[in-house]
């Protein structure tokens, strides 16, 4: 039987809820939008908190705690505490869409914290993709110089690729967004962008921003330090400062991007259980002393394993059968399975078979630890290379405005030439909304927005100062930049 009920390439949305579902991530909730992450789950988001939170506590970076917050301003996704109990609250308290106004009172030096945030979104919600309720780390860092500000804000950004690329296999392209796309209350957002290849949509995987001196400045919440370039030590310094964040759309995207039409496919390095072992031939007509031998192999294999290290576990339920285990642990993506038979036991060996391609290989018993890890190692960096082979191979260079539609249309990210003035990107978007021509009665689909201007722009053709043009306006091209339909 099709395990997920549906394949990945008919119908997708329903295919992402039940990988999520069969593989036990997560349960739906009696508050629309929101949902309960399963500990399936958690524990990926428990290996991003776990490195990360150790990366940037090498970076200087403290985690603190802030409370709920009186925010001035209305942003119709705002969530509000208005009441406690029956009575109405003096002033009601927002509950935090993002921490700035909080964190930027009385800021010393880098903080972060690990928390959920509310936003009432309206678009309709995709689990861990776009949820009213997430949890993310947010950021919120001074500095004394622009310099040392723009330096933290390309860490960050790297750590974020990293938990991507390194933990994920998640391919992500970092970059910098448009004046459009930034964050408004910012200097300058950079971001790394996913894409997801079912539906040639990119994906905002995490951002970095600088936010200058804009929340700093009197009007704002003034906050001033000596300038330590003054020698009088008269003169003060508004602080520059930095934001960034990461959610829980991590798991969203790793699950788009490997998952099959079995189901989960986890990479190892972010798997609760990176290798399950299986007893297989126990029949009714096997001995019990066969029997029992051969479990006892398996509980060994697994104890051995996780001697070393290796997140293994012995599935040793007798009510089930080795053909409903197998199903069972492919649907919740464990990245190894270790099969062993009579004959395997006699040959002191076992069947290892790969979640990421099906690959069966059986090995010898002896230094199967060293053989299992070396074999993670291989699925992890093949699920990776695997990605950003199909990544890469939707990244369309195009010179030509009549070819961004058909481009777009056929699930690729259209690269070009760009002249990075704002209007232009608005009239980009108008115009590669299909459907935008009267006649076109088909579904008008959402056109593209500017996605990042990579930092690496050595993928391209060199632009030709004053030469190479803007295929949308015609204007000077100044850097490849990449544009898609998103989520
Ligand atoms: O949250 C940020 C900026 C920043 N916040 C801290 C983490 C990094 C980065 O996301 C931007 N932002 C997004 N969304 C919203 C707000 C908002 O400030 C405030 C109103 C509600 C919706
Ligand atoms: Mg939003």
Request: net charge negative; hydrophobic share 35%; aromatic share 10%.
């Amino acid at each position: 039987q099709i395990a997920i009920g549906v394949k990945k390439e008919v119908d997708f949305p329903t295919w992402y809820t039940n990988v999520l579902l069969k593989a036990d991530m997560l349960d739906y909730y009696n508050v629309s939008g929101c949902y309960i992450l399963k500990p399936w789950s958690y524990s990926i988001w428990e290996e991003i908190q776990k490195w990360f939170d150790s990366e940037i506590k090498e970076l200087g970076v403290q985690n603190s705690y802030f409370p709920y917050d009186h925010i001035e301003g209305f942003s119709p996704e705002v969530a509000w505490v208005t009441k406690a109990g029956n009575s109405d609250l003096e002033e009601p308290i927002a509950i935090r869409p993002t921490s700035e106004t909080a964190i930027h009172r009385d800021l010393p030096l880098k903080l972060n914290q690990w928390n959920s945030v509310v936003r009432w979104e309206f678009k309709n919600p995709q689990p861990f993709i776009r949820t009213r309720e997430f949890l993310w780390q947010e950021g919120h860092t001074a500095h004394l110089t622009k310099e040392e500000a723009d330096i933290e804000v390309r860490q960050i950004l790297d750590l974020y690729r990293r938990v991507y690329e390194d933990l994920l296999a998640v391919p992500v392209i970092p970059g910098v967004k448009s004046e459009k796309e930034k964050f408004a209350g910012g200097l300058y957002t950079t971001t790394v962008e996913g894409f997801i290849p079912t539906t040639g949509r990119g994906i905002q995987a995490a951002t970095s921003h600088c936010l200058g001196q804009n929340f700093s400045r009197p009007e704002m919440f003034n906050i001033v330090v000596e300038d330590p370039t003054d020698p009088t030590n008269q003169r003060k310094t508004y602080v520059w400062q930095n934001s960034w964040g990461l959610s829980t759309r991590t798991i969203g995207v790793m699950v788009m991007i490997h998952g099959d039409n079995q189901g989960l496919v986890l990479p190892p390095r972010v798997a609760s259980i990176q290798a399950v072992v299986v007893p297989c031939g126990i029949t009714v007509n096997t001995s019990a002393e066969t029997r029992t031998k051969i479990e006892g192999a398996c509980d060994e294999l697994a104890k051995t394993l996780k001697k070393s290290g290796i997140k293994a576990k012995a599935d040793l339920r007798d009510d089930k059968t080795p053909g409903f285990k197998f199903n069972d642990w492919e649907q919740k993506g464990v990245p190894l399975r270790l099969e062993i038979g009579p004959n395997d036991l006699a040959k002191q060996q076992t069947l290892t078979v790969r979640r990421d391609n099906g690959v069966k290989n059986p090995v010898p018993l002896e230094n199967i630890a060293l053989t299992v890890s070396q074999l993670l190692e291989s699925i992890q960096s093949d699920m990776f290379k695997r990605a950003q082979e199909t990544y890469s191979s939707r990244l369309k260079e195009v010179t030509k405005w009549d070819d961004v539609v058909p481009t777009l249309d056929a699930k690729n990210v259209v690269v070009m030439p760009w002249c990075e003035i704002e209007a232009c990107e608005d009239d980009i978007k108008e115009r590669s909304a299909k459907g935008s021509e009267p006649t076109d009665e088909r579904a008008p689909s959402a056109g593209a927005k500017s996605l990042a201007i990579p930092f690496d722009q050595s993928r391209w053709t060199p632009i030709e100062p004053g030469k190479t043009k803007c295929p949308a306006c015609g204007k000077d091209a100044k850097r490849w930049t990449m544009f898609g339909r998103s989520y």
